[in-house]
């Protein structure tokens, strides 16, 4: 044994007690911390794995304790951080003087290829169950349900699920009669408003905005046709497959039309800095951006961690980054210096990159990521963790073709991750949170799926039964008793507050003035003048649009990502920078002073109470009965009916419509 080796070990003998090294409590979590990303599943440098104590076999023991402590930093492990302390040290010696002990039922971990994502969609049989619902069978199995939720609690839930909008008061009575959800889920389902719901999920995960970001923040030239792109594909329930194909090879389809090219604006979503300092880096910034919220979005993989190098958590090398790189990389944006052009297709603008040649570049492994220094040549693959075989790239005549190969794999049933992925963000939506709570991570450090057979099921179903149709999805989860339960300690459904949109959205409805108007470019809100006050630039603020246009959804509202909304940035509106897979819900006080003193709560407010004037007259009791129906979806109770009375004794109309818009049941539905 070296003398120096000796000579660090005998210090820290000499220093520290002896102590007893426990393998759970200490050394697992050490090596876990320190070592198994180089010596566990994914890499085993030297053919050396530490993530079980099972092989950590004895032959080893000399050579892990002299690299530990070694002082020649080209011999010391780990090769990078900070060193591992003298107690550290000291504990993995004691661990292997006392004979490396492990508990025996230590689970080892598996190979990547064997986790669960990776497998092929199967669809499990049915559990025995007394309900004939399948998602029922699987959630409750022998268990009994928890009771149905309010029929009115449910009307306005299935309501703001599908539209985000509450029901009527027509609509509250035709249901009071019928009684029939299924009948109400049906409809809402054909509804345009449908689309402009659920589009709103879709463009929180492909990092939808309106402008650029960085300083100039440029406004995207006719972005809002990607928008309503995605409208107008969910409400005419166009198969998710093709849906995922002309996002990403739109332009290359052999039936390519207008609105498939309109839908590769999906990868030119990105913020974009259009004076970087360094052209070259900035390229692969692109590149990196569409590679990274595709491998999000479609296929549920951080592949973007292995540009640098190889992915330390995940079976991604920097290889197969580079591959996805090289099916991009013939794309090309248009621009005039600083200014973005947008491509004419048929007349028409369309936002989107261009493929000018068939020809593609050379892409190569980028050392470190650096864009000077070139590694091995590659050329177009998929992650080769989820392939047994390569699948096939197609050339073109007038564009490589790159993209529609890639797009035909993703969309694939061979594919095992397109269909759980998109199958887990629906169930998310309706439940508050999916299968899969690290909705854009299905890889080895994302979160194992609470029942996985069940997303198993839904997935293969969502395939080959319903054909890959969201529409259907919806309805099978809707119709289940699951999603119809109250919302109980026991229950799967969750009280969650409303996104931002349908906030502001039902406050349009309410007060009765939600603009209907569709499509077209964004309608640009009035901003607050203490928020205009703290911009830097006052010449890059909008003019407002006039009311009654401020006054559409909220899907249509300018989105700038240097200045973003007051109210819907307080209120937890998505990352615009990066893909956003699940909503933030936090809990800060400008929140309620956004609420109930902000401008347009107010304004609407003024609406709300001027509406109930018009449509009740003067009788309070009547005008309160009224407002409790058309913001609750409920009459009031006999308490709320006295208190109001009393409120309105001292208060004005507009005020006790102020407290119904900040009631917890108006943005936390039952």
Avoid at 129 to 141: E, L, R
Avoid at 343 to 366: C, F, I, M, N, R
Avoid at 463 to 480: C, F
Avoid at 542 to 563: C, V
Wanted: with cysteine; proline share 8%; hydrophobic share 40%.
């Amino acid at each position: 044994m070296p003398s120096a080796f000796l000579a660090v070990l005998g210090a820290y003998a000499f220093v520290l007690p002896v102590m007893a090294a426990d393998y759970v409590k200490d050394i697992k979590p050490l090596l876990k911390e320190r070592c198994i990303s180089c010596h566990g599943t994914v890499k085993q440098k030297g053919d050396l794995r530490l993530d079980a104590g099972a092989l950590i076999q004895k032959e080893v023991h000399h050579d892990l304790l002299e690299r530990i402590a070694s002082t020649d930093e080209d011999e010391r492990m780990p090769p990078e951080g900070k060193r591992l302390s003298a107690e550290q040290i000291v504990l993995l010696r004691q661990w292997i003087a006392d004979g490396a002990p492990f508990p025996k039922d230590e689970v080892i971990p598996k190979k990547p290829s064997e986790h669960w994502s990776f497998q092929p969609v199967q669809s499990p049989p049915l559990p025995a169950s007394a309900f004939a619902h399948p998602i029922d069978a699987f959630v409750f199995g022998k268990r009994e349900a928890a009771p149905h939720a309010n029929p009115l609690a449910l009307l306005r839930r299935v309501h703001l699920d599908l539209t985000g909008l509450p029901p009527t008061i027509q609509e509250q009575e035709r249901f009071a009669k019928s009684g029939d959800l299924n009948a109400v889920i049906d409809d809402l389902l054909t509804r345009p408003e449908y689309g402009e719901r659920w589009a709103r999920h879709w463009l929180d995960v492909v990092r939808y905005a309106d402008s650029n970001g960085y300083e100039r923040d440029a406004e995207k030239p006719f972005v809002w046709r990607y928008r309503d792109y995605v409208i107008e594909s969910l409400n005419q329930d166009k198969p998710f497959n093709r849906f995922v194909l002309e996002q990403l090879a739109g332009d290359e389809l052999p039936d390519r039309s207008l609105a498939s090219v309109i839908a590769t604006g999906f990868l030119r979503l990105g913020h974009w800095d259009d004076e970087p300092a360094d052209p070259a880096a900035d390229r692969y910034d692109q590149l990196d951006d569409i590679v990274s919220t595709t491998g999000q979005a479609f296929l549920g993989l951080t592949i973007g961690c292995a540009r640098c190098h190889d992915h330390k958590f995940e079976p991604l090398a920097t290889r197969d980054y580079y591959s996805l790189v090289a099916v991009f990389n013939p794309l090309k944006r248009p621009a005039k210096g600083r200014t973005e052009l947008t491509v004419p297709v048929d007349g028409a603008e369309v936002y989107a990159w261009s493929e000018p040649s068939a020809k593609a570049p050379e892409t190569h492994v980028l050392v470190r990521g650096s864009p000077t220094r070139f590694g091995d040549l590659v050329e177009p693959a998929v992650p080769a963790i989820l392939v047994k075989q390569q699948p096939q790239f197609p050339s073109g005549e007038k564009t490589t073709q790159r993209r529609l190969g890639l797009a035909q794999w993703i969309a694939s049933e061979q594919n095992p991750l397109t269909a759980r992925v998109i199958v887990n963000r629906v169930w998310q939506q309706h439940f508050g949170q999916g299968f899969v709570t690290t909705a854009n991570d299905f890889g080895l450090m994302g979160a194992v799926p609470s029942q996985p057979e069940l997303l198993d099921w839904l997935s293969h179903w969502f395939m080959h039964d319903a054909g890959w149709s969201l529409k259907k999805l919806h309805r099978l989860i809707l119709t289940s008793r699951a999603w119809q339960m109250s919302k109980s300690s026991d229950s799967l459904m969750r009280y969650r507050r409303l996104e931002v949109e349908v906030i502001r959205d039902s406050m349009l409805a309410v007060s009765g003035q939600l603009n209907p108007k569709r499509f077209g470019p964004a309608m640009k809100p009035g901003i607050p003048k203490a928020a205009l006050e703290a911009n830097t630039d006052k010449e890059k603020v909008w003019q407002p649009s006039e009311e009654r246009e401020a006054s559409r959804r909220s899907i249509y509202a300018f989105i700038k990502r240097g200045l973003v909304i007051p109210m819907l940035e307080t209120l937890d509106l998505a990352d615009t920078v990066s893909s956003c897979p699940q909503r933030q819900v936090t809990t800060v006080a400008p929140q309620a002073l956004s609420l109930f003193n902000g401008e347009f709560v107010n304004q609407q407010a003024q609406h709300f109470a001027k509406r109930l004037k018009r449509e009740a007259g003067n009788d309070p009791e009547k005008q309160i009965t009224l407002a409790w129906k058309l913001a609750l979806c409920r009459n009031p109770s006999p308490d709320e009916l006295a208190k109001m009375r009393t409120f309105l004794q001292d208060q004005p109309l507009e005020q006790a419509c102020r407290v119904i818009l900040n009631l917890n049941e108006f943005v936390y539905p039952g």
